[in-house]
Nanobody
């Protein structure tokens, strides 16, 4: 079982940037596909971005394309979410997740992931 710890959240103004980190321990992320999700109060957890084990393939939901970028550092066993051009509607609790299976395209639904972190809060003020 891998333990995931997110960090980097905070309060930022509209148009600002944050970089979220997801540090893994317990086992190396290796070939695992990784994902970022977010959940706003009163809403379901929604997919944000995914990256394959190789790091060569990524996919983001339409609402963040061109603004957010997912990446991974295999040496540091860490996955990142660079968020630029933040908007108030990006306000949510952000979670990273690991899927213990190989995938060519990553995974986009919560049920496909095996381990989750506790999340980090992102608040964007208008």
């Amino acid at each position: 079982q891998v333990q995931l710890v997110e960090s980097g959240g905070g309060l930022v103004q509209t148009g600002g940037s944050l970089r979220l980190s997801c540090a893994a321990s317990g086992r190396t992320l290796g070939a695992y596909s990784m994902g970022w999700f977010r959940q706003a109060p009163g809403k379901e957890r929604e997919f944000v971005a995914t990256i394959t084990g190789s790091g060569f393939t990524t996919y983001s939901t339409d609402s963040v394309k061109g603004r957010f970028a997912i990446s991974r550092d295999t040496v540091k066993n860490t996955v990142y979410l660079q968020m630029n051009g933040l908007k108030p509607e990006d306000t949510a609790h952000y979670y990273c997740a690991a899927a213990y299976r190989y995938s060519r395209a990553g995974y986009r639904t919560t049920r496909e992931y095996d381990s989750w972190g506790q999340g980090t809060q992102v608040t964007v003020s208008s």
